[in-house]
């Protein structure tokens, strides 16, 4: 039973325009919410986070919403560019990290 | 910057032989963790630590076994491999705090695991 969700497994944006990744989620224990970045042979590295007590966090070009009711988070890149271009894994977790979940991966392909 | 360090990037065994996948970090992270990731299923947490000899086990501990006898040094072990542990495995270390602090884990780069 997969509590964390993404649900669209590729995205393709023209350079420069907006990339929107989503992740529903099931459990409402949860607290925390991050975004990974994957690129290839590489293992995923740290991109941005929220709590459960805000509805958007930003950093440069990355902002994600996230939308408690709905059970719902977002990942804004503005504007995206080639470089962006990996797997992005939406992950959540309770107040303790020992029961983070990941989300099946989103593919972002940002063309020049 | 945390550093986590996968021993083998790259295995091939065979069915029934053991495997052991180490790895360590070097910013005294309480917390470590093993993660195998599949095409579609993301990644799926095989077993965790929060101290030295300490386990949990996660979503799909069946087939393996975590062995942590240092704080900086966390084992994955395979005690007959097969066919459907082909896969990428992640390592992975948290501080022990709680909140933002405790919530972001750090990965080591993987290592590709192919049994025949």
Redesign the interface.
Known sequence: D?Q?K?NS?SLSVQEGRISILNCDYTNSMFD?F?W?KKYP??????LI?I?SIKDKNEDGRFTVFLNKSAKHLSLHIVPSQPGDSAVY?C?A?G????D??????TRLTVKP | DVK?TQSSRYLVKRTGEKVFLECVQDMDHE?M?W?RQDP??????IY?S?DVKMK?KGDIPEGYSVSREKKERFSLILESASTNQTSMY?C?S?AAG???F?????????SWLTVV
């Open positions: 997969q964390v993404q497994p925390y991050l990974y042979a590489e293992g995923p590295t740290f986070s709590s894994f992950a977790s107040y303790n990290n020992n983070m979940r990941f989300g099946a991966g | 986590v917390n963790f993660y579609g299923l993301g990644l799926r947490l965790f929060y949990e992640l992975a948290s709680t909140g933002a405790g919530n972001t884990i750090y990965f080591g780069e993987g």
